[in-house]
């Protein structure tokens, strides 16, 4: 069975910043005033959060410990509300 948070094309909000700040990436939100300070794997996953990309793929390591991050980091973005939501 699929999982439904990874059988979408997540596409992160226009309107939040990313930028790489001392020494971390952070992200933004100015509806909220609030800043995320990402690890390197929520870095990249939100890197690609451009409604574009799915989430399969096949990684370098173990397939279900990097699904498990990316999971885990789409599911923050969503419940942080920084995505778009498809209509």
Not at 18 to 23: E, H, K, T
Not at 42 to 54: F, H, I, N, S, Y
Not at 68 to 73: E, F
Request: hydrophobic fraction near 45%; glycine fraction near 4%; proline fraction near 6%.
């Amino acid at each position: 069975m699929a999982d439904a948070s990874l059988s979408v094309r997540p596409r992160a909000r226009d309107d939040v910043l990313f930028r790489y700040l001392d020494d971390e990436w952070v992200i933004f939100d100015p509806v909220t005033d609030r800043l995320h300070a990402l690890n390197l794997t929520a870095a990249l996953v939100w890197a690609e959060c451009d409604g574009e990309r799915d989430v399969a793929f096949d990684p370098p390591l173990p397939r279900d410990r990097v699904l498990d991050d990316v999971r885990g980091a789409i599911e923050a973005f969503r419940d942080e509300g920084l995505l778009l939501e498809r209509h």
